[in-house]
């Protein structure tokens, strides 16, 4: 799997943010990506996940060819849960209806209890919020999901709660995560690469890092 | 609520002391005691007939604006629809008045037509506008599920818009109210408009100041109810927060 192109400047600024070609992916497992402050990591999220196909069709290329608003999920610092709709209703929306069987168990799996399910997302506390977020892109099944900044409100027990959740899921379907945290990196023990934006040019200059290639198949 | 009605009694002292030491004429401003002697029990038919009016318009109006944009947006033609709908707003909706009254007769459809058109018209655009504004992590649910125009216009965008919306319906709602007692001026049987009209004629200014009092409260009322309405409504507007 190939990303030909993931290309973004935003309107008005000079540099491209992204400019990146023709990136040979390894495309199982969980991976991560790092980069400081300001490199891209979540716009190259964005971009990845169609945020920007509206306004620029061809600003992400994949080969074999992907539909980036359909096989891409991403689940970030963004409520991508409705307001005026329940937990349940939000995912029956977002997932269909056959991911009401399961809901509850699903919540267990990511350390929530089943009540969870009636409650509205401003009800929630935002670890929660990102866990309800996770069952409901996770189930909906996309080629490529992203978590962006997505454990910093969690604890420890929820951490490896919603790893093992993603694994379960996923199975070998790709994953990438942000990551900052050296603790977290020791969880992501299924890491075969990782990805590091330079913010500068905004191209990769570190990719399949040593740590935990070998790890390719759990 | 306390401070409410000190300022109201204040104000009636205020007005009573200013027409009963004749400093103002009557003319301008009738005596309190006047205006409540103006009472006859025929104004709450009045009334009636006038909120009847402004109920049916608009919330006939407010339909037909979501009707108007959900279909612009399943033709493709939602860009156009803002700049015609600009220029149309432009055009007083009380100058056509007279012009509805000839071709729909002095009977209801007429005056409640006026109604609809002007809620419609008022409530269109900020529609229009709160939509383009819907944040991409809802717009782009559309695509994702994927979800039909309709469906996704009546799980999506109608609440979604609604949340950033009550300004817009507190302000429709004083407009269809201003309509419907504009439209009574022209040959209605009934109506606050009416009793503002043959009072005119009579030189009844007490008459007058009594059914503006009325429409004052009503006003109020309306405005309140639209507004606890909306927050059990729209329970959710203000506490979705950055998540």
């Known amino acids: ?218 | 609520m306390g401070k409410g009605i000190i300022f109201i009694v204040a104000t009636m002292a205020v007005w009573y002391v200013a027409a009963e030491s004749s400093f103002v004429p009557p003319l301008y401003l009738p005596s309190p005691v006047d205006v409540v002697g103006a009472y006859r029990p025929h104004i709450w038919v009045d009334l009636g007939a006038t909120l009847f009016r402004t109920l049916i318009g608009l919330t006939l109006g407010i339909l037909l604006a979501y009707v108007v944009h959900l279909a612009a947006i399943m033709c493709r033609v939602i860009d156009l629809l803002d700049s015609q709908f600009a220029a149309s707003r432009a055009v007083p909706i009380i100058a056509v008045l007279p012009l509805f009254v000839m071709w729909f007769g002095f009977g209801e459809l007429g005056r409640i037509l006026i109604v609809m058109l002007s809620a419609t018209l008022y409530y269109l655009a900020p529609l229009h506008n709160s939509y383009r504004l819907l944040p991409r992590e809802w717009t782009i649910l559309r695509e994702q599920v994927p979800l039909s125009v309709p469906n996704y216009y009546v799980r999506v965008v109608v609440p979604g818009t609604l949340g950033t919306l009550l300004g817009t319906l507190r302000l429709t709602v004083a407009i269809a109210f201003t309509m419907a007692i504009a439209s009574e001026y022209i040959g209605a049987q009934s109506g606050l408009g009416k009793v503002i009209d043959s009072a005119r004629v009579t030189f009844n200014v007490p008459g007058i100041f009594l059914a503006i009092l009325v429409a004052l409260i009503i006003g109020f009322g309306f405005d309140l109810l639209m507004v606890t309405v909306f927050a059990r409504l729209v329970h959710w507007a203000g506490a979705e927060g950055k998540k």
């Open chain 1, 1 to 218: 799997m190939i990303l030909r192109r993931a290309f973004w400047r935003y309107p008005g600024s000079g540099d491209p943010i992204i400019n990146l070609a023709n990136i040979e992916l390894a495309w199982q497992g969980i991976a991560t990506l790092c980069g400081p402050s300001g490199s891209g990591k979540t716009t190259l999220f964005r971009l990845l996940s169609g945020w920007f196909s509206e306004k620029d069709p061809s600003c992400c290329e994949f080969d074999p060819p992907l539909s980036p608003v359909k096989d891409v999920r991403m689940v970030g610092m963004h409520s991508s849960l409705l307001p005026w709709y329940r937990v349940r209703e939000n995912i029956a929306l977002q997932c269909g209806k056959r991911a009401m069987e399961d809901l509850d168990a699903n919540l267990l799996r990511v350390g929530l209890s089943a009540t969870v399910a009636d409650l509205y997302p401003h009800q929630l506390s935002l670890g929660m919020y990102k866990r309800v977020e996770i069952i409901a892109a996770t189930l909906m099944q996309p080629v490529l999901l992203l978590l962006d900044e997505f454990f910093s409100s969690m604890d420890d027990e929820a951490k490896r709660s919603v790893l093992s959740f993603v694994k379960l899921l996923r199975g070998d379907r790709m994953t990438w995560v942000v990551a900052h945290e050296e603790e977290l990196r020791h969880m992501l023990s299924s890491l075969c690469w990782s990805l590091v934006l330079d913010g500068q040019s905004g191209v990769v200059i570190d990719l399949r890092a040593s740590w935990g290639k070998a790890l390719s198949s759990s």
